[in-house]
């Protein structure tokens, strides 16, 4: 099997903080992490090496909620769009992710999960498929944000059942409006198939959410955004995220949809176990200004925002990189906590947490190199790098 020992000036695991580390990878695993001086020699035997002295390695970003990067979007329906964003998520350090489907009619939902199923078989190139996340189609409309509005519908358990199944065991996260009649019983219906059931694009009081979270609700989606607002006498959804222990909470973190000081509320009510970042990228992440389409709707980019013309914001043009630095030096956390954001956490909230999101034997050699101004270097991917500077 083929072996690769890699050298960095400081390794995050990201838990632990190792100066002077080294990661042992033999095959598709992590064999070792440790200090260089301690890896006994014969254990690195034979290992090429990867000297990033200067740098840091860290566990590869997973990224639960992302609809597109690089000119692609997971609605373009194809394999080969997937393979292009899958691509761009690995040049921007995300080495599995959960290709999110929006709100359609029923058809284009289930032509999307099709597509993404074939390419899973098909085996694409680029960041590795860790499943999928339906965000919709039972949504509020009063609060479907960049959501087209022909593709929502009221809860539907045959519906639902249909796209379970079309799924084929895939689909790890889905997203509804639990104050929508019948919502309670997909929310449980969804978790004894073991798929995470998230609130989000809801007008839910405090109340419904404590009651969807008794029948198995689990999640918060883009936190903040597509709810209502905290209000004191009326919490709603963002302040079940905030004060209910059981949920964990997704954070778009690029500065523009949610406000540094209410990101920091969020870290001090919920600890970084509780929160993962999320991109919500759309296809124009990692491409110039301009006008583009998503999920057929027109979207202006400019100044580091996607809207549609009314203002709505569409998505963003984040990448996982990006908003990890963000944590580190516009929210001041220190590097564990912002990385374990990325990695840790959101393996955990999808039942990875026995393989990915960590660096340690045994665990997938899913890892990236980092320079010091936390920029991508490298990405290895299963033990194979996928992609390097
Ligand atoms: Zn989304």
Redesign the pocket.
């Known amino acids: 099997m083929k072996k690769v020992l890699i050298t960095a000036g400081r390794v995050y695991t990201p838990h632990q903080t190792i100066e002077e580390g080294a990661v042992l990878i033999e095959g598709e695993k992590i064999k070792a992490v440790g200090e260089v001086k301690e890896l006994p020699p014969e254990i690195k035997e034979g290992a090429e090496e990867i000297e990033a002295r200067e740098d840091i390695v860290a566990p590869g970003f997973i990224d639960l909620?992302i609809?597109g990067g690089g000119g692609a979007e997971v609605m373009d329906s194809t394999p080969e769009a997937l393979e292009k964003l899958a691509l761009f998520l690995a040049r921007h350090g995300t080495t599995g992710f959960l290709p999110?489907i929006l709100a359609a009619p029923p058809l284009k939902m289930l032509k999307a999960i099709e597509a993404a199923l074939s390419a899973l078989e098909r085996g694409i190139r680029g960041a590795k498929v860790l499943g999928l996340n339906l965000?919709g189609p039972f949504l509020n409309p009063r609060q479907r944000g960049a959501q087209r509005e022909d593709g929502l519908r009221l809860p539907d358990a045959g519906l639902l059942r249909e796209l379970i199944t079309c799924g084929k065991g895939f689909i790890k996260i889905m997203t509804l409006a639990p104050e929508l009649k019948g919502a309670l019983k997909l929310i449980e219906l969804l978790a004894r198939e073991s798929i995470t059931p998230a609130a989000g694009h809801t007008e839910a009081s405090f109340k419904e959410i404590e009651e969807a979270a008794q029948r198995g609700l689990k999640h918060i989606t883009?936190t903040f955004n597509a709810m209502r607002g905290l209000h004191h006498r009326e919490p709603g959804a963002a302040g079940a995220a905030l004060t209910l222990d059981t949920l964990s909470a997704e954070l778009i973190a690029d500065g523009v949809h949610v406000h540094p000081a209410i990101m920091k509320l969020m870290l001090k009510a919920k600890g970084e176990e509780k929160i993962a970042l999320i991109t919500?990228a759309m296809r124009a992440a990692g491409l110039p200004e301009g006008e583009y389409d998503l999920g057929g709707q027109k979207v202006r980019v400019r100044g580091g925002e996607a809207r549609l013309a009314d203002g709505t914001l569409a998505?963003s043009l984040l990448t996982l990189e990006k908003a990890v630095k963000n944590m580190i030096q516009r929210i001041g956390l220190t590097p564990n906590e912002a990385l374990s954001l990325a990695t840790t956490t959101p393996a955990s909230i999808i039942n990875l947490s026995q393989h990915k999101g960590r660096l340690a034997p045994g665990f997938d050699a899913d890892l990236i190199i980092l320079n010091p101004n936390w920029e991508v270097k490298l990405t290895m991917i299963k033990g194979e790098i996928i992609y390097h500077t």
Request: charged fraction near 30%; avoid cysteine; hydrophobic fraction near 0%.
């Open positions: 909620h609809h999110t965000e883009h919500d998505g």
